[in-house]
Nanobody
Framework: VQLQASGGGLVQAGGSLKLSCAASGRRLRDYHMGWFRQAPGKEREFVGSNTRSGSTNYADSVKGRFTIARDNAKNTLYLEMNTLKPEDTAIYYC????????????WGQGTLVTVSS
């Protein structure tokens, strides 16, 4: 599966942004999906996940502010981000894994989110 993330940009603190991750080559419904981010000078970190059944899990740092959803008909994963903080500034990546492994083996190219204070 190929993944293409989009929707990043510059937003003021307290604002909202919605990222998209378009899948191609395979059906999104066949994969567990995740969002990750990497801030400047920091390691990549888990943001949240969305399983094939639609169950979600979030990092504590974004819980209550971010929502992951998928539209299998559109083959697209979303990350809705609200009440953004400057510390949310990062490159955001979507990733996919099959049911056979716990590792995300497929990654999109990333989209930059910058939150100004």
């Amino acid at each position: 599966v190929q993944l293409q993330a989009s929707g990043g940009g510059l937003v003021q603190a307290g604002g909202s942004l919605k990222l998209s991750c378009a899948a191609s080559g395979r059906r999104l419904r066949d994969y567990h999906m995740g969002w990750f981010r990497q801030a400047p000078g920091k390691e990549r970190e888990f943001v949240g996940s969305n399983t094939r059944s639609g169950s979600t899990n979030y990092a504590d740092s974004v819980k209550g502010r971010f929502t992951i959803a998928r539209d299998n008909a559109k083959n697209t994963l979303y990350l809705e981000m609200n009440t953004l903080k400057p510390e949310d500034t990062a490159i955001y990546y979507c990733a996919a894994r099959t049911i056979l492994t716990a590792d995300y083996g497929y990654w999109g190219q990333g989209t930059l989110v910058t939150v100004s204070s």
